[in-house]
């Protein structure tokens, strides 16, 4: 609005200092001064709705991310698994900028136009009459192209987004192993796939600025033809120059809108794209747990393992029990909080593992695995995940001492050792290790053991 009052306030200032230099007048001071405040004041106000808009798209992305991570959270880990890696990617990289265009940039922008286009065609009508039609028959046919043209945008985005989306989780997969294909011989074929899968996205990047350009062209061209009709009706109708120059600055304020108008188009296309993906993806199953939660307290536990035929297995505390991996794997995702389902009847001290809440398995049940969950950063943040106290260095060493692990964090590098993402700095050992330290420190009613584990401990956990 108060950039729609800055342009009639230029129109109007521009016509006065016209007319007094048609008329060999001196130059007034007066709608010089009002000309340089209102293209002033345009330039605020644009700055101020460019960072406006910015902070409302930014927040729309924001809400995005927390939404995807805390769905994917709340997903079974078989059903992520089943995902390609690039495709989750895709989501927080291409598809975000996509979707954080439109609230931030095309919609304000589309707003703005609706605001400025209508103000301009009134201070064309209070000129002359006859420029109002002017501004009508420049406005409407660029609508009416942006409409029929929106499909087509549309589906050239779809087509983009498709064709990228398929070229990131190709190259999400075999950058990590990249040097064990190339030792396989498999340079030169990947090497060809990425080029075709590139050229495919470079065809349909192509495609999609065609369309989009040749609408954001339509607004100069009906610029060109409505400035050429406007100088003709001032020379058919004898309007006097400076009414003619108004008119022109009126015209000229109105292109930029109107580009804003197709620019918008494009972005929203771009959007409906990305946000046809990401309700698909939001709407995805999540792990559904029983209604019932029940919560156990902390001391040792009881589990009884019931396949679907046959004998039931149960292990008292203090007791422990070899089984088939393929069971072990089962039941401990269950345990673990990572799956609801499962071809075994599973129960802790009774109770069926599925009734049992997040906090009990978290507290209650520890795993000795060769791939622990591990975030990049140091040790002592690697052996505290899922704490919710982090213990002091002190108290960890002394944690390791009590169960006879005698200077494992030291054998490991210290608790400032660095660990690189998912591990990949650590040795098989060094996994099974961290597994042991983080029982130290959980002290769970029930040890799973999914892995060989080199030299036991002898501390009073094992």
Same mark, same amino acid.
């Given at each position: 609005v108060?950039?729609?009052?800055?342009?009639?306030?230029a129109?109007?200032?521009?016509r006065?200092a016209f007319?007094?230099?048609?008329?060999?007048a001196?130059?007034?001071?007066?709608?010089i001064?009002?000309?340089?405040?209102?293209?002033?004041?345009a330039?605020?106000?644009q700055?101020?709705?460019r960072?406006?808009a910015e902070?409302?798209?930014q927040?729309?992305?924001?809400?995005?991310?927390?939404?995807?991570?805390?769905h994917?959270?709340?997903?079974?880990?078989?059903?992520?698994?089943r995902r390609?890696?690039?495709?989750?990617?895709?989501?927080f990289?291409?598809d975000l900028?996509?979707?954080?265009d439109?609230?931030?940039?095309?919609?304000?922008?589309?707003?703005?136009a609706?605001i400025?286009?209508p103000?301009?065609?009134?201070?064309?009508?209070?000129l002359?009459?006859?420029?109002g039609?002017?501004?009508?028959g420049?406005?409407v046919?660029?609508?009416?192209?942006?409409?029929?043209?929106?499909?087509?945008?549309?589906?050239?985005?779809?087509?983009?987004?498709?064709?990228?989306?398929d070229?990131?989780?190709d190259?999400?997969?075999r950058?990590?192993?990249a040097?064990?294909?190339?030792?396989?011989?498999?340079?030169?074929?990947?090497l060809?796939?990425?080029?075709?899968s590139?050229?495919r996205v470079?065809?349909a990047?192509?495609?999609?600025?065609q369309?989009?350009e040749?609408l954001?062209?339509?607004?100069?061209v009906?610029?060109a033809?409505?400035?050429?009709?406007?100088?003709?009706?001032?020379s058919?109708?004898?309007?006097?120059a400076?009414?003619?120059?108004?008119?022109?600055?009126a015209?000229?304020?109105?292109?930029?809108?109107?580009?804003?108008?197709?620019?918008?188009?494009?972005?929203?296309a771009?959007?409906?794209?990305a946000h046809?993906? +990401? !309700?698909?993806? #939001?709407? &995805?199953?999540?792990a559904? %747990?029983?209604q *019932? @939660?029940?919560?156990?307290?902390?001391?040792p536990?009881?589990?009884?393992?019931a396949?679907?035929?046959g004998?039931?297995i149960?292990v008292?505390?203090g007791?422990?029990a070899v089984?088939?991996k393929?069971?072990?794997d089962?039941?401990?995702?269950?345990?673990?909080?990572t799956?609801a389902?499962?071809d075994?009847?599973v129960?802790?001290n009774?109770?069926?593992?599925?009734?049992?809440t997040p906090?009990?398995l978290r507290?209650l049940?520890?795993?000795?695995?060769?791939?622990?969950l591990? +975030? !990049?950063?140091? #040790?002592? &943040?690697?052996l505290?995940? %899922?704490?919710? *106290? @982090?213990p002091t260095?002190?108290?960890?060493?002394?944690?390791?001492?009590?169960a006879?692990?005698?200077?494992?964090?030291e054998?490991?590098?210290g608790?400032?050792?660095?660990?690189a993402?998912?591990g990949?700095?650590?040795?098989?050992e060094?996994?099974?290790?961290?597994?042991?330290?983080?029982?130290?420190l959980?002290?769970?009613g029930?040890?799973?053991?999914?892995c060989?584990?080199?030299?036991?401990?002898?501390g009073v956990?094992?």
């Open positions: 108060a950039q729609a009052a800055a342009l009639a306030a129109a109007i200032a521009t006065a007319g007094a230099l048609h008329s060999g001196d130059l007034p001071t007066g709608p001064s009002v000309l340089c405040v209102a293209m002033l004041s330039a605020a106000t700055f101020g709705f960072s406006l902070e409302l798209g927040d729309y992305a924001k809400d995005i991310r927390l939404k995807l991570f805390e994917a959270s709340r997903s079974a880990q078989s059903d992520l698994d390609r890696q690039g495709f989750h990617i895709l989501r990289t291409g900028a996509a979707l954080k439109w609230p931030g940039l095309g919609l304000p922008l589309l707003v703005q609706a400025l286009l103000a301009a065609t009134a201070v064309l009508v209070y002359n009459p006859s420029y039609w002017v501004g009508l420049m406005t046919p660029s609508v009416l192209c942006l409409i029929l043209s929106h499909g087509t945008l549309f589906q050239a985005h779809r087509t983009l987004r498709r064709k990228r989306a070229l990131a989780a190259m999400t997969e950058l990590p192993i040097p064990r294909l190339a030792a396989l011989g498999r340079r030169r074929t990947e060809r796939q990425l080029e075709r590139a050229t470079a065809a990047a192509q495609r999609r600025r369309v989009s040749l954001v062209a339509i607004p100069d009906s610029t033809i409505a400035a050429s009709l406007i100088i003709a009706i001032g058919l109708d004898c309007l006097p400076a009414t003619v120059a108004a008119a022109l600055s015209l000229a304020l109105t292109t930029r809108p109107l580009r804003n108008i197709m620019s918008s188009s494009n972005r929203a771009g959007f409906s794209a046809s993906k +990401l !309700k698909a993806a #939001l709407q &995805r199953p999540t559904q %747990g029983c *019932r @939660r029940v919560k156990l307290k902390k001391g536990l009881s589990v009884e393992i396949p679907p035929t004998p039931a149960r008292d505390p007791c422990a089984l088939p393929a069971v072990i089962d039941v401990a995702a269950v345990l673990t909080g799956s389902k499962s075994y009847a129960r802790l009774g109770e069926d593992a599925c009734t049992l906090g009990t507290r049940v520890g795993t000795v695995t060769d791939s622990p591990l +975030l !990049k950063g140091s #040790l002592r &943040r690697a505290t995940l %899922g704490l919710s *106290r @982090r260095d002190e108290e960890l060493h002394y944690a390791a001492d009590t006879g692990l005698d200077g494992a964090i054998s490991l590098g608790l400032d050792l660095r660990i993402e998912r990949r700095n650590l040795t098989f060094d996994r099974v290790m961290i597994s042991l330290l983080r029982i130290c959980q002290k769970p029930l040890i799973l053991v999914t060989p584990v080199p030299h036991p401990p002898e956990f094992w």
